[in-house]
């Protein structure tokens, strides 16, 4: 009687490493946080509730299109927002988004085989990431919506901008020089926020901040 040779299996340890990266906005970023007002209106629509119209406040809709990382006013008027800032509102942008533009990135260069592969090779641990910005303007803009119609949009715009941020990564799959090339294809092919490149817009776009 022959004993078989049992094959070994060697397990290859996780070397997971973490980097600061700074991303540098080439064009500004328009930002449009989709919030609780917009979400109870497509409820109530849903459910056939029917509320008196009031008087739309652009104000108000710019003010709640942000990621506000610091209390946002209560009252929605240009006086508190400008309030606000002076007392240092900080705002943000979802990491998920930023995640989805640089595996977007790498996929569309043909980097990666498959989108699932490289949204398991990295993390960005934060929910949203601080947006750092020279100037944040009101933008007016005009949309289309279902069935044909168009609506007007208030969103906030932001000028020379910058997003530091952590990355988790496992090095035996992707090295750092890799990783950096997949951020620079997300920010040249995809972008960020409205009317990003990926979209057939020229905002959002970034590259990678050099040290």
């Not at 094959?7 to 540098?24: A, M, R």
């Not at 979400?39 to 003010?63: G, H, L, S, V």
């Not at 641990?125 to 933008?139: H, T």
Request: charged share 30%; net charge positive.
């Amino acid at each position: 009687m022959t004993n078989k040779k049992e094959k070994e299996i060697v397990l290859q340890p996780i070397n997971i490493k973490k980097i600061k990266i700074t991303i540098k906005g080439v064009s500004p970023l328009i930002v449009n946080n989709f919030n609780e007002k917009s979400r109870q209106q497509i409820i109530d629509a849903q459910m056939k509730k029917t509320k008196e119209k009031t008087i739309r406040n652009p104000i108000e809709d710019f003010m709640r299109a942000n990621y506000w990382l610091t209390p946002m006013p209560t009252e929605f008027t240009e006086e508190s927002f400008a309030k606000a800032l002076d007392e240092g509102a900080r705002f943000g942008f979802p990491a998920k988004g930023i995640k989805a533009s640089i595996v977007s990135g790498a996929y569309r260069n043909g980097m990666t085989k498959d989108k699932v592969s490289l949204y398991g090779a990295f993390l960005i641990p934060e929910e949203l990431v601080e947006i750092k910005y020279k100037n944040i303007e009101m933008r007016e803009d005009y949309v289309r919506i279902a069935h044909g119609g168009t609506d007007v949009r208030f969103r906030p715009e932001y000028k020379e901008w910058t997003m530091t941020f952590e990355i988790q990564y496992n090095e035996n799959s992707y090295s750092l020089e890799q990783l950096i090339n997949f951020i620079n294809l997300g920010g040249f092919s995809c972008g960020l926020g409205e009317m990003r490149v990926e979209k057939g817009g020229n905002f959002g776009s970034y590259e990678v901040l050099t040290q």
